[in-house]
């Protein structure tokens, strides 16, 4: 009879886990991806919280639609607030956006124009929105013109939305 060897299996040795170095390298590649992460995702967040003022807005101009088929004038910021059946009567609307992000104002009301502006509220992520802090839509003679800016509208500019925040 043939005797063979005794061969052992394979030792597996068991891992006891992480080193310190391969701990620190995760860490330093999980800290560069949310360093690069984390800005893109906020502008995207303030992005879409800018529909919060798109809707605002146009409930706005349709509730001035309705106003100005009924009187001769549209109405005033004054009137924003106060209900339908107040005296004087109003558009019975709120002066901040339905999420807090934005503040409504009317403007230069006459006959055949106006404009509405949704600011960002202070303090708030929206306040960091670059050159999309304030919205508007100004309707003048049945043309209507959008406009952003960071502090304010330059309405007399070629293009009152020179950062396209009514197009992103």
């Known amino acids: ?67 100005r088929g009924n009187k001769a004038v549209y109405a005033t910021n004054a009137q924003l607030t106060l209900g339908i059946s107040a005296v004087p009567p109003g558009l019975g609307l709120a002066t901040a956006t339905s999420s807090g992000y934005y503040t409504l104002a009317l403007s230069g009301t006459s006959a055949t124009e106006y404009t509405v502006e949704a600011t960002a509220v202070g303090g708030k992520s929206q306040d960091q929105d670059g050159g999309c802090k304030v919205l508007g839509a100004r309707i003048a003679g049945g043309n209507v013109t959008y406009g952003a800016g960071s502090a304010a509208i330059i309405w007399a500019a070629v293009n009152p939305d020179a950062d396209r925040c009514w197009a992103r």
């Open 1 to 67: 009879m043939i005797r063979q060897k005794n061969l052992s299996p394979l030792r597996l040795t068991a891992s006891r886990g992480f080193t310190l170095i391969e701990l620190m390298i995760a860490v330093m590649v999980v800290a560069i991806l949310a360093a690069i992460a984390l800005p893109s995702f906020l502008d995207s967040v303030r992005k879409s919280r800018r529909a919060d003022a798109f809707t605002a807005i146009t409930t706005v101009q349709q509730a001035q639609e309705r106003w």
